[in-house]
């Protein structure tokens, strides 16, 4: 704990908070309140992610797609158009489609080992994002002068590190410069979370037996291949 009672943490001339929880439950939004409304840093995972550590990969798969259109081939060969990721705190489509869905290629799926092959992807960028923060609270007070830093992680942040292990480097690290809030949702926030994922899906990253499992409980009870 970096702050040793609240009083502490109110009386401190520069504030260190990361919000951690579920996907969905209003990281983001609160960061943002906190960004906006009271001249907060707000140093986003997910946008990191998304724009040092996958962005090659997200454009070139978009690049992949046009090249499969005859004139968008054209103006790429000659370099006419530029083909480039617009991710923004608030929208982060492109990550979540380049993760993409197992499936039948045809139907826009992914063929399992790929998509697996991005999830180890997302999982290095994400633990690399996440250590990053550090580094942003001088960054972000030296260059723009924000005595206050709000990291906004991913969703998925239970996935990359290890709770009960004492020694994780990620949870160390974030422990020793950052007050660590949890935002925790209930049985209530269930449903809805839930809905809202599978309308607009969050970039996640799921641990390999989860997904193995997962999908072969799913083709069992579809009775599909994993071609179908």
Request: glycine share 6%; with cysteine.
């Amino acid at each position: 704990m970096i702050y040793r009672s609240g009083q502490d943490y109110l009386d401190a001339g520069r504030k260190r908070v990361l919000l951690f929880g579920m996907s969905g439950l209003g990281k983001t939004y609160l960061a943002n309140l906190m960004r906006d409304q009271a001249a907060w840093f707000h140093y986003s995972v997910d946008y990191r992610i998304g724009t040092r550590y996958m962005n090659e990969l997200i454009a070139d798969n978009f690049k992949r797609e046009a090249m499969k259109v005859p004139l968008l081939r054209e103006l790429l060969m000659t370099d006419s158009v530029y083909i480039s990721s617009n991710i923004t705190f608030d929208n982060l489509a492109p990550l979540s489609t380049y993760l993409g869905k197992p499936g039948d290629p045809a139907k826009g799926g992914l063929p399992f080992a790929d998509y697996m092959a991005r999830q180890d992807q997302h999982r290095a960028a994400e633990i690399a994002a996440t250590l990053d923060a550090a580094r942003f609270i001088t960054r972000a007070e030296e260059i723009y002068g924000y005595k206050n830093f709000v990291c906004d992680t991913s969703g998925s942040i239970c996935e990359v590190v290890g709770p009960d292990d004492p020694d994780d480097p990620v949870l160390r690290q974030l422990s020793d410069t950052l007050l660590l809030v949890w935002i925790k949702g209930s049985d209530a926030h269930t449903a809805e979370l839930v809905r809202r994922f599978d309308r607009a899906p969050k970039p996640m990253y799921y641990q390999p037996a989860f997904l193995q499992a997962a999908w072969a409980e799913y083709r069992q009870i579809h009775a599909v291949t994993e071609a179908d």
